[in-house]
């Protein structure tokens, strides 16, 4: 008989989560507003991975948007028109994305419609971008005669190239899910009814894996960006030297030599 594993959810103000076969799915839940980000919306962002962080069922965590319009269109303007000297130097949402990036487990955006500004910042903050056929992206700050400052600057030029990032953010033009594809800024597109299933697919097959190595993997590769490739191999040498002493090494061995499904327990 096939079970069925149960699923948990936790409603929050601004967004849902459920955990169900060690993948716990984040959705932004502000319709209304195209799921726009204010600050609840980062109080409660951060409080879900917190949860995350600390719950051994959680392996994967997929982030999306409710409905079919928009994955996060952008930032709240309604509060953006109050910010103030202070509250870039706070730096917040940047902060937040920042926690977003480092997060210790595999991340995936299912970018399910407009992911702009914010929005489109959030999804880079992930390791993994997955695009409906819908989707649209975009950093149109400088219509506002603003920065995208919550790593847009950034993230964009390392994802999809200097000269690209600037063209984009300068004009601030959207472009479609095959355009983003084409240049680098997400990993696959597919048609929106198969958006959430194919998140759901990628982050099984990673959860397949030993999570140990998931987790060190993650850590080195986002490590190895910030640094000299001589430091990188480094920082990859000593996480293969810890991966080595571990019980699951010996269980992946073991499980392929005998032609078996490994049974992973993180020790």
């Known amino acids: 008989m096939t079970t069925v594993a149960p699923v948990t959810r936790v409603d929050f103000e601004t967004l849902t989560t459920e955990v169900s076969d060690g993948i716990a799915t984040l959705t932004i839940n502000r319709p209304e507003v195209r799921n ?55 730096s917040d ?5 920042d926690d977003v990036e480092a997060f210790e487990k595999p991340t995936i955006a299912a970018v399910n419609g407009f992911a702009l500004g914010g929005g489109c910042e959030l999804a880079m903050a992930c390791d993994i971008r997955i695009a409906a056929d819908t989707a649209r992206f975009g950093l149109p700050e400088t219509n506002l005669s603003v920065l995208p400052a919550a790593g847009g600057t950034q993230r964009l030029a390392r994802l999809v190239g200097t000269g690209r990032a600037i063209e984009l953010i300068l004009t601030g033009r959207l472009i479609t899910a095959d355009e983003a594809h084409r240049i680098g800024l997400v990993t696959s597109v597919v048609p929106g009814v198969e958006l959430l299933a194919t998140a759901r ?27 000299d490739q001589r430091t990188g191999l480094v920082v990859e040498r000593l996480a293969q030297a810890l991966l080595y002493t571990t019980e699951d090494k010996n269980e992946g061995t073991e499980a392929f030599l005998n032609k078996r499904p490994a049974r992973f327990t993180g020790r």
């Open 36 to 90: 726009a980000v204010n600050r609840q919306v980062q109080l409660d962002i951060r409080a879900a991975l917190d949860a995350f962080r600390i719950d051994d069922d959680v392996q994967v965590v997929i982030v999306t948007g409710a409905g079919e319009k928009a994955f996060v269109a952008g930032a709240d303007i309604s509060q953006v028109r109050g910010y103030t000297l202070h509250t870039a130097l706070a």
């Open 93 to 97: 949402l940047q902060r937040l994305y």
């Open 201 to 227: 697919e990628v982050a099984g097959q990673i959860t397949a894996k030993g999570p140990l190595a998931i987790r060190l993997a993650k850590l080195v590769i986002r490590s190895g960006m910030d640094a």
